[in-house]
């Protein structure tokens, strides 16, 4: 346990469902961050959000909508999703460089779009 | 933009000996950090060391050691005794240095298998 919990740890979807994925830590970091790992390609970032504020949207498609009540707590909405964003979605926090420059991922939660 | 290179998608050592895992990137930025994690089977993605570009001595984690290369921009993992704990994929990730949060920048990682 790293102090970044993220579920479900798996999730199989319709095209049509509407779930939502978790994140929360408890490290009094104030920036999180959303991931999406794909087998054979980098980790792409999809969201950041500094202080609950977003801050970078990495051209991510609408149906992936991010939400940050505080900055312990982030949510991935997902809906009317497409089979190629099965994958393996991993939040992560972190303090500003130069305090603490370091990640603290959690697990991930493995998605599976059908 | 950054990128990050890692040129070995998979690469396999007994138990024991030495592996080196290569890394590459491109920046314009002078201040940055550099990381290696790992990422075992249970998913967590684990961070084995990390370098400040500013530094001049390569960063040592007990049998982790890493040969930085600034002119060249290239970024070596070296995991000395191997482990068969060691068997993972492992990324290499890149930071600029600023006043706020900068995103990490991945490769597309190498998997490491340590043979008994």
């Known amino acids: 346990e790293t102090g970044v919990t993220q579920t479900p740890r798996h999730l199989v979807m319709g095209m049509t469902n509407k779930k939502s994925l978790k994140c929360e830590q408890h490290?009094?970091?104030?920036?999180m961050y959303w991931y999406k790992q794909s087998a054979k390609k980098p980790l792409e970032l999809m969201f950041v959000?500094?202080?609950?504020?977003?801050?970078e949207n990495n051209s991510v498609p609408s149906r992936f909508s991010p939400e940050c009540p505080n900055s312990s707590h982030l949510f991935l909405h997902l809906h009317t999703l497409q089979p190629e964003d099965s994958a393996l979605y991993l939040c992560?926090?972190?303090?500003?460089?130069?305090?603490?420059?370091?990640?603290?991922f959690g697990s991930g939660t493995r998605l599976t779009v059908v | 933009a950054q990128t990050v290179t890692q040129s070995q998608p998979e690469m396999s050592v007994q138990e024991a000996e030495t592996v080196t895992l290569s890394c590459t990137y491109d920046?314009?930025?002078?201040?940055?950090?550099l990381f290696w994690y790992k990422q075992p089977p249970s998913r967590q993605m684990i961070l084995v060391i990390r370098?400040?570009?500013?530094?001049?001595q390569n960063a040592t984690e007990n049998r982790f050691s890493v040969n930085f290369q600034k002119a060249a921009k290239s970024f070596s993992l070296k995991i000395s005794d191997s482990q068969l704990g060691d068997t993972a994929m492992y990324f290499c990730?890149?930071?600029?240095?600023?006043?706020?949060?900068?995103?990490?920048?991945f490769g597309k990682g190498t998997r490491l298998s340590v043979i008994a």
């Open positions: 992560a926090s972190s303090q500003p460089a130069g305090i603490n420059y370091g990640y603290t």
């Open positions: 490290l009094g970091h104030n920036a």
């Open positions: 959000y500094n202080f609950k504020e977003q801050t």
């Open positions: 920046t314009s930025e002078n201040n940055y950090y």
């Open positions: 370098q400040e570009a500013y530094k001049q």
């Open positions: 990730a890149f930071m600029t240095l600023n006043s706020g949060n900068t995103p990490l920048v």
